[in-house]
Nanobody, 124 residues
Framework: QVQLVESGGGLVQAGGSLRLSCAAS????????MGWFRQAPGKEREFMSY????????YYTDSVKGRFTISRDTAKNTVYLQMNSLKPEDTAVYYC?????????????????WGQGTQVTVSS
C-alpha cells in the first residue's frame, strides 16, 4: 500500500511562488507514476501534471505549462510541484496521486493512491 502526504500549501500573493511536496511511503517513487491535481470549490478535480515512473516523461496541462514544474527526489522518496507566477485562479486544494508502474494520465481514474490534499490560496 502506498501512502502520500502533501505539504507546502499556503497563502501567497499573485505573482508569487510555492513549492508543494508529496512524500511517499510504501513503495519507491522510482516505481510510481506521480500526478498532481487540484480542486477548487464547486469545481471538478482538475489535472495539473504527471511524472512517469521512469523519470523520463513529464506532462502539463496548458493552463500551468511554463509556470509549474514537477520533479522528484528519489533519495527522499518525494515529488515536488514548483509553482511560479501564481494567479488567483490557481486557488484550490492540491492533491498528489500515484499509480504503480503504469502510464501517466490526465484522468484521475488512472491513479490508485491519493494524498489528503494541501490548500493553496492566491490573493489578488
Amino acid at each position: 500500500q502506498v501512502q502520500l502526504v502533501e505539504s507546502g500549501g499556503g497563502l501567497v500573493q499573485a505573482g508569487g511562488s510555492l513549492r508543494l511536496s508529496c512524500a511517499a511511503s510504501g513503495r519507491a517513487i522510482s516505481t510510481l507514476t506521480m500526478g498532481w491535481f487540484r480542486q477548487a470549490p464547486g469545481k471538478e478535480r482538475e489535472f495539473m501534471s504527471y511524472l512517469h515512473w521512469t523519470g523520463y516523461n513529464t506532462y502539463y496541462t496548458d493552463s500551468v505549462k511554463g509556470r509549474f514544474t514537477i520533479s522528484r527526489d528519489t533519495a527522499k522518496n518525494t515529488v515536488y510541484l514548483q509553482m511560479n507566477s501564481l494567479k488567483p485562479e490557481d486557488t484550490a486544494v492540491y492533491y498528489c496521486a500515484a499509480n504503480y508502474m503504469r502510464s501517466g494520465s490526465y484522468s484521475f481514474r488512472q491513479y490508485d493512491y491519493w494524498g489528503q490534499g494541501t490548500q493553496v490560496t492566491v490573493s489578488s
